[in-house]
């Protein structure tokens, strides 16, 4: 017998989950569906996110900067120390002890919300009177009718063509999380999100890491100076970055990995590495949706194709997060699951692409929403720029992290904010004042007559802000 649902998402990551709970707070009656499992065999919510991405990336990168703080720079504070070791097993124990608490906190979450949570593959089987039949298969078996569904299954790491990831030289982000020594020789091929991060754990932790990059800017997507601040501070690090590369040949050998490519000025060059990571973007995960046992439409790149409020052309079936359109963003996808929750209610919700932030978890971190100057310049827009560096700031000079700067793009004649970028200390969290502002359509000049908390680093944004009219107050 069919167990019936007002809402029934498939997927259990950030936008899946989400939009469960959410469906849930508005009286709908709802199920989510996850395949995840934990090493037990248990389940383990959350996604790609929580399992093998923004979570246990960003344990491992804590406990990383932690050791090269203790090897570099204690002695700066007066602290002394004796020889300082890594144990790899005892931080990756942390980083999935990490990922349990997030699982748990998920199926937490559906209890205290009535969702009701099947552990298994959810795919559909057909459309009937009123819904859609979808059947759980894995852990669980069972046969479920929805009203509204709402796909949320993700993304898969892109493997190189004719290289497919084994996960013990070839690595994906998956097997990046896992590595169970630290390697000599690490390549990575991509200096993205995932490349940059993965590369900085690793670097700090003692291997020599050397990146691979086919475009011939770095961060191609970030502000220009903003990207360049970034590159020099990496170059200063020590972490190899290669740039305008053609990757040839990849082999697995029996001590590791070669590589053969062709660098900027056209020579051939063979990398040979302990291990190589692959992040060289990511593909929506469709597979066993059983998408066209209803006609669900698939674009070229695999993508479920929606309008602007995620509705795809089948009455009732919905679509979040890295299977759709847009960037590949966790807050992305909770955002879309919010809206489409509320939509499913007869709310009109608003997810504004224009105002989500991104943010790269290295050192220094690099954060950044709205445009940057290069898109300006190609759109003929006019606008004026503020810069302050993180030197000038009490607090990050108190911190010991004075690496970088704030940047505001404003327009020229209403003044305001098009976009803010920025790189050095706790970027990440910085960035959300300048995610408000824009959502309110504030200007620089706001920014500016806000009082700042001294000392604090965001007092860089406020001084940035000034600089759009040439008055900073510190520099």
Known sequence: MAHAFDVVVIGAGPGGYIAAIRAAQLGFKVACIDEWKNAAGGPAPGGTCTNVGCIPSKALLQSSE?????????????????????????????????????????LYLFKKNKVTFFHGRGSFVRA??????????????????????????????????????????????????????????????????????????????????????????????????????????FDKQGLKIELGVKVGEVKTTRKGVSIAYTNAKGEAVTLEADKLIVSIGRVPHTAGLNAEAVGLKLDERGAIVVDDECRTHLPGVWAVGDVVRGPMLAHKAEEEGVAVAERIAGQHPHVNF??????????????????TEQQLKAAGRAYKAGTFPFLANGRA???????????????????EIL??????????????????????????????????????????????????????LNF
Request: aromatic share 4%.
């Open 66 to 106: 932690h050791f090269e703080h203790a090897q570099l720079h204690f002695a700066e504070h007066g602290i002394s120390t004796g020889p300082v070791k890594i144990d790899v097993a005892k931080m990756i124990a942390r980083k999935d002890a990490v990922v349990k608490q997030n699982n748990d906190g998920i």
């Open 397 to 415: 000079r108190a911190l010991g992290d004075t690496t970088g700067m704030v940047k505001v793009l404003a327009d020229a004649t209403t003044d």
């Open 354 to 371: 224009n105002t989500i932030p991104w943010v790269i978890y290295t050192s220094p971190e690099i954060a950044w929403v709205g445009q």
């Open 128 to 233: 009937v009177e009123g819904g859609y039949e979808i059947a759980v298969s894995g852990e669980q078996t069972e046969t479920l009718v929805g009203k509204h569904v709402v796909v949320a299954t993700g993304s898969s790491a892109r493997a190189l063509p004719g290289v497919p990831f084994d996960e013990d030289k070839v690595l994906s982000n998956d097997g990046a999380l896992r590595m169970g020594a630290v390697p000599k020789k690490l390549a990575i091929i991509g200096s993205g999100v995932i490349g940059l991060e993965m590369g900085s754990v690793w670097r700090r932790l003692g291997a020599d890491v050397t990146i691979l990059e086919g475009m011939p800017t770095f961060l191609a997507a970030v502000d220009e100076q903003i990207a360049k601040e970034a590159k020099k501070a």
């Open 419 to 472: 976009g803010v970028h920025i790189v050095g200390p706790m970027a990440s969290e910085l960035i959300a004042e300048a995610v408000v502002a824009m959502e309110f359509r504030a200007s620089a000049e706001d920014i500016g007559r806000i009082c700042h908390a001294h000392p604090s680093l965001s007092e860089a944004t406020k001084e940035a802000a000034l600089a759009v009219d040439k008055r900073t």
